[in-house]
């Protein structure tokens, strides 16, 4: 046996010469895992900008010195790429989603707080997005509340002050435009914390910002959706 089961460490062997390299490359591929961060698990181009030690989840289809690599994690290491297979249970903070991944064995699970053997899970998620308000009275977001998922609530922050006839703004969606919040601030650094009592959406339902007392001009507000999703078993 030359390496770890779990992790691949190299072990090192009886009477072995330069035992630090063994021992270097060992503590380097901890280094990497241990707390495990992910630039990335979407691009499928090994970067030309990468730091040392940094971890990318590599897709289907990767190419050049990924390419066969698909579902491992990539660690850059000394000028080149290493890579580890991961196991189900580990989980990896996706830096550019922001999500906590769980792999269940066969592939990572945005968000997953739980996943059975047979694919079933559970995922927790925040997704964020900067809203550009434009002129009227109401603006309808591009964020949405995915299909068939239960939502807990919507926060935000007024990034660039809201201008326009208004006194204020309420933020709901189409059923009920004041669901996450009335009587919300226009000024930069407003904030908005609209908890509510969990409710399932069944089709894809966006935020809707309405003008309270006159109309928007401009302004920009950083939103974020809060919910959960359930996933089902995979196919047979």
């Known amino acids: 046996m030359t390496d770890t089961s779990n992790l691949t460490l190299p072990l090192l062997a009886a009477a072995q010469a330069q035992k630090h390299v063994t021992v270097n490359e060992a503590l380097q591929r901890l280094d990497g895992v241990v707390q495990l961060?992910?630039?990335?698990?979407?691009?499928?181009?090994?970067?030309?900008?990468?730091?040392?030690?940094?971890c990318f989840g590599v897709p289907g289809?990767?190419?050049?010195?990924?390419?066969?690599?698909?579902?491992?994690?990539?660690?850059?290491?000394?000028?080149?790429?290493?890579?580890?297979?991961p196991k189900a249970g580990w989980r990896a903070f996706v830096t550019d989603r922001g999500t906590t991944d769980l792999h269940d064995g066969s592939g990572w699970r945005a968000g997953g707080v739980s996943a059975?053997?047979?694919?079933?899970?559970?995922?927790?998620?925040?997704v964020e997005q900067d809203v550009a308000i434009t002129a009227g009275g109401s603006v309808t977001a591009a964020l949405s509340f995915p299909a068939r998922s239960i939502v807990f609530g919507v926060t935000g922050r007024v990034t660039d002050a809201i201008t326009g006839t208004l006194a204020d703004w309420r933020l709901g969606d189409t059923s009920s435009d004041d669901r996450f919040g009335s009587g919300l601030g226009t000024a930069q650094n407003s904030w908005?914390?609209?908890?509510?009592?969990?409710?399932?959406?069944?089709?894809?339902?966006?935020?809707m910002l309405t003008a309270n007392g006159g109309?928007?001009?401009?302004?920009?507000?950083?939103?974020?959706?809060h919910y959960a999703a359930f996933t089902i078993p995979d196919a047979v």
Do not use: H, K
Request: avoid cysteine; proline fraction near 9%.
């Open 215 to 225: 109309d928007f001009a401009a302004g920009t507000v950083r939103l974020a959706l």
């Open 37 to 54: 961060t992910l630039r990335s698990r979407s691009e499928a181009t090994p970067p030309g900008a990468v730091l040392e030690g940094e």
């Open 61 to 85: 289809g990767a190419v050049n010195a990924w390419a066969g690599r698909d579902g491992e994690v990539a660690q850059y290491v000394n000028g080149g790429w290493v890579f580890f297979t």
């Open 116 to 126: 059975a053997p047979g694919g079933a899970g559970m995922q927790v998620m925040t």
């Open 192 to 207: 908005i914390s609209g908890p509510v009592n969990p409710f399932v959406v069944w089709a894809p339902t966006p935020l």
